[in-house]
Each structure stands twice: as C-alpha cells, then as structure tokens.
C-alpha cells in the first residue's frame, strides 16, 4: 500500500474497529438516538452509507433480512468489523503480515482492472441513487 508501513496500516486497522465497536455501543445504549448525517443534514440527500449503522443494529437484533432495505452496504461493513480485528490480532500474534498483503494485492488489483474499479464505482452509484429515490418517497 502506498505510503502505509504494515505496522501503521496495523494499528489504524485496530484502532478503527475499536472505534467503531464503541460507536455502535453508544449509538444503541444512547438515549438521545443516532448521529445525522452532516451530508444529509447540509444537502438534504442522503450519502452513499447512510442508514449504515441503522442497519447494522438491525441484523444484529432482529429482522437482517427486512434490515437490508435500509442500506445493503451495512453486510460489508459488519463483515469487515467482525473479520479484520481477529484477522489482525492474529497477524500481530504470529507475526505475519498477511492482512496487509491481502490489502496491498486488492489495492493493485483496483489500480490495474479498470473494467473491475467501474464496476464497483457503478454499483456504489447504483445504491446512492436507490438511497435518494428511497429518501425522496419517504419525504
């Protein structure tokens, strides 16, 4: 990865997942609800995650399936919460740098396959585009 040493590239990565873990225990045992967000806030649309953590404590307490509807970029983050702490803890403990290396090959991959690096930019247009019809029949 350009300019990130595996130990700072560690270190964010553990550092972002603490934060999100309290983020997200905050959020749920908050009284005064979730945070708004700035872009919707200042725009009156919503961004490409919002809803993000609405959903992510939806599946984690009851209907995931119903729970997709709000923001379908929530399975990936959860995934990435539940998988890159333990997968870094793990790297640390044996010493291995296999994280990162993973990072490090799908960042070239984007870099080399633009047909790949548009897909996933349309996809995530797609959804933002979903989220602001959504948005716009809520409203």
């Not at 964010?12 to 005064?32: D, E, H, K, P």
């Not at 919503?46 to 939806?58: A, D, H, V």
Request: aromatic share 10%; proline share 6%.
């Amino acid at each position: 990865m350009r300019g990130v040493n595996p130990r700072t590239f560690y270190r964010l990565t553990l550092g972002g997942s603490i934060a999100g873990f309290i983020y997200l225990w905050w959020v749920r045992t908050s009284t005064t609800g979730l945070l708004v967000c700035p872009i919707n806030s200042i725009t009156g649309y919503p961004c490409p995650s919002c809803g993000t953590t609405r959903t992510i404590l939806q599946i984690l307490s009851s209907d995931p399936i119903q729970s997709s509807l709000f923001n379908p970029l929530a399975y990936i983050v959860l995934m990435g919460m539940m998988v890159l702490p333990v997968w870094s803890i793990l790297d640390l403990i044996r010493k291995k740098i296999s994280l990162y290396s993973v990072v490090s090959s799908g960042e070239k991959l984007l870099q080399n396959q633009p047909v790949l690096r548009w897909a996933l930019l349309s996809i995530m247009a797609i959804i933002w585009m979903w989220l602001i019809l959504q948005n716009q029949n809520q409203g």
